[in-house]
């Protein structure tokens, strides 16, 4: 891999144990290596790309100060948006001739304005957002297409069209954030979206009152935090689900389990774990938990997607854009990036309408 030179970390990249200057610098590095000429980030070289991973590593980039790249990505989920505001879980290549998976998932298609709420705020540029309101707003009314009758958001369209009439607490939950997100663009350039309050106030009463409503993934550390990471959950009550389930996941001195029955900690979930304790307050934990993912680092400053603690094996052998990504985010918002700590604390994003006796 030939990096990029000319790479400088911002002062909020680097946190003691976890990035100095150098080591922030070129995890930023690596991951612009991977993004094509047509924006789209990969998972690595030649590998499949996501929405929703894309966006994640996009989102790192602007917290580096590399808005440039940022916005390239961002002009390929324009470039590749379907005409009804979905995108297709998975690319490879370029072009229309590289989509890999023509399935679509809620979640991935709900994250872009995650991602341009993310931009404008690092960049204040509003001409980025006037151009990018129309590929948002497309991309949340597809989404809210997909609310099932108690709230929760149909997790997918077949490859044939036909929607899922079930729902994933891990992509409802980053689907709230969205269209939290969603309204604070909306805020700001006063075009209010009453459909879209209306459907985050029933989604957040779905994650916070009635599990029941979802597949049970519970093995998944993501359905754990993502309830705290995106927003259903704050307070007494995010610290009450985090701790409930905490010796299940967390493997000291290492990260976060991907599932609680298999002795393998993943970086991507462990620096969203970390994200998800810093919105709560606990900073020493997420530190702690970020410190546990150097033996993920490669010597180019990617990170292993993951490692089986039992074998002392790194796997799978790859090193994902998203896994950076997902690092630097949390270091960003612990070192108070304004943009990242923006994005991902709840109490500075519009709530959705609360319906009382709502499902």
């Not at 922030?24 to 290596?33: E, K, N, Q, W, Y």
């Not at 939950?173 to 309050?197: M, N, V």
């Given at each position: 891999?030939t990096?990029p030179?000319?790479?400088?970390?911002?002062?909020?990249?680097?946190?003691?144990g976890?990035?100095?200057?150098?080591?922030?610098?070129a995890?930023?590095?690596?991951?612009?290596?991977?993004?094509?000429?047509?924006?789209?980030?990969?998972?690595f070289?030649?590998?499949?790309?996501?929405?929703?991973d894309h966006?994640?590593?996009a989102m790192a980039?602007?917290?580096?100060?590399?808005?440039?790249?940022?916005?390239?990505?961002y002009?390929?989920?324009?470039?590749?948006?379907?005409?009804?505001?979905s995108?297709?879980?998975?690319?490879?290549g370029?072009?229309?001739?590289?989509v890999?998976?023509r399935?679509?998932?809620?979640?991935?298609?709900?994250?872009?304005?995650?991602?341009?709420?993310?931009?404008?705020?690092?960049t204040?540029?509003?001409?980025f957002?006037?151009?990018?309101?129309p590929?948002?707003?497309?991309?949340l009314?597809?989404?809210?297409?997909?609310?099932l009758?108690?709230?929760?958001?149909a997790?997918?369209?077949?490859?044939?069209?036909?929607p899922?009439r079930?729902?994933?607490?891990t992509?409802?939950s980053?689907?709230l954030?969205?269209?939290r997100?969603?309204?604070?663009?909306?805020?700001?350039?006063?075009?209010?979206?009453?459909?879209?309050?209306?459907?985050a106030?029933r989604?957040q009463?779905?994650?916070?009152e009635h599990p029941?409503?979802?597949?049970?993934?519970?093995r998944?550390?993501?359905?754990?935090?993502?309830p705290?990471?995106?927003?259903?959950?704050?307070?007494?009550?995010?610290?009450?689900?985090?701790?409930?389930?905490?010796?299940t996941?967390v493997?000291p001195?290492?990260?976060a389990?991907c599932?609680?029955?298999?002795?393998?900690?993943?970086?991507?979930?462990?620096a969203?774990?970390a994200?998800?304790?810093?919105?709560?307050g606990?900073?020493?934990?997420?530190?702690?938990i970020?410190r546990?993912?150097?033996?993920?680092?490669?010597?180019?400053?990617?990170?292993?997607t993951?490692?089986?603690?039992?074998d002392d094996?790194i796997w799978?052998?790859?090193?994902?854009?998203?896994?950076?990504g997902?690092?630097?985010?949390?270091v960003?918002?612990l070192g108070?990036?304004?943009?990242?700590t923006?994005?991902?604390?709840?109490?500075k994003?519009?709530?959705?309408?609360a319906?009382?006796?709502?499902?």
């Amino acid at each position: 891999m030939t990096l990029p030179e000319g790479v400088a970390a911002p002062e909020s990249l680097l946190l003691p144990g976890v990035l100095d200057a150098a080591q922030a610098a070129a995890t930023v590095r690596s991951i612009l290596a991977e993004q094509r000429p047509d924006g789209g980030i990969p998972w690595f070289t030649g590998g499949h790309l996501d929405p929703w991973d894309h966006t994640e590593a996009a989102m790192a980039l602007d917290s580096a100060g590399e808005h440039t790249a940022a916005e390239r990505a961002y002009r390929w989920l324009a470039e590749q948006q379907n005409p009804d505001g979905s995108w297709f879980a998975g690319y490879y290549g370029e072009g229309a001739d590289g989509v890999s998976n023509r399935a679509v998932e809620s979640n991935f298609c709900a994250y872009v304005a995650v991602g341009c709420w993310h931009h404008f705020l690092a960049t204040g540029d509003a001409a980025f957002l006037d151009r990018m309101w129309p590929v948002v707003r497309r991309a949340l009314d597809f989404t809210v297409g997909l609310q099932l009758p108690g709230g929760a958001i149909a997790w997918r369209l077949d490859e044939d069209g036909a929607p899922a009439r079930e729902a994933l607490l891990t992509g409802s939950s980053s689907i709230l954030h969205a269209l939290r997100c969603g309204l604070a663009i909306a805020e700001h350039r006063q075009d209010p979206q009453p459909d879209w309050e209306l459907a985050a106030g029933r989604l957040q009463h779905a994650i916070a009152e009635h599990p029941e409503r979802f597949l049970d993934k519970a093995r998944y550390s993501m359905d754990w935090y993502y309830p705290v990471l995106g927003g259903a959950l704050t307070g007494e009550a995010a610290e009450r689900r985090l701790d409930a389930d905490w010796d299940t996941f967390v493997v000291p001195g290492l990260g976060a389990r991907c599932v609680s029955d298999r002795p393998w900690v993943t970086g991507g979930e462990s620096a969203e774990l970390a994200l998800a304790l810093w919105a709560v307050g606990r900073r020493e934990d997420a530190v702690r938990i970020l410190r546990g993912l150097g033996r993920l680092r490669h010597q180019d400053g990617s990170y292993w997607t993951g490692y089986v603690f039992e074998d002392d094996a790194i796997w799978p052998e790859e090193r994902t854009t998203w896994t950076a990504g997902a690092l630097l985010l949390a270091v960003a918002a612990l070192g108070g990036d304004p943009a990242t700590t923006a994005v991902f604390a709840a109490g500075k994003l519009p709530g959705g309408l609360a319906v009382p006796g709502c499902c």
